[in-house]
């Protein structure tokens, strides 16, 4: 089992910045990469991006390349979403997740923060 808490999140004003932090703990030798995900209302949670832990190659969503970041420090087994130019639609409990292997899905979740962006 890999545990998983994020922090960071909160209520920022459009073009404002916010950093989520998702921190691993347990058998995070297990994990192949991180990600994040986010759900708005009423909508299907969608992939935001994901980094893995070896070599660290980076993926992200194209509504978000250019205004979010993720970052990986390997010795704390956290991973972060650096967000600028928060949009209103950006909106949503954002999620970490890991996954074991290249394929396949993530297995394990974080409980979700709130990042807020009003207009």
């Known amino acids: 089992q890999v545990q998983l808490v994020e922090s960071g999140g909160g209520l920022v004003q459009a073009g404002g910045s916010l950093r989520l932090s998702c921190a691993a703990s347990?058998?995070?030798?297990?994990?192949?990469?991180m990600g994040w995900f986010r759900q708005a209302p009423g909508k299907e949670r969608e992939f935001v991006g994901a980094i893995t832990w070896r070599g660290g190659r980076i993926s992200y969503t194209d509504s978000v390349k250019g205004r979010f970041t993720i970052s990986g420090d390997n010795a704390k087994k956290t991973v972060y979403l650096q967000m600028n130019s928060l949009k209103p639609e950006d909106t949503a409990v954002y999620y970490c997740?890991?996954?074991?292997?290249?394929?396949?899905?993530?297995?394990?979740w974080g409980q979700g923060t709130q990042v807020t962006v009003s207009s």
């Open positions: 997740a890991s996954k074991s292997g290249i394929g396949g899905s993530f297995e394990f």
């Open positions: 347990g058998r995070t030798f297990s994990s192949y990469a």
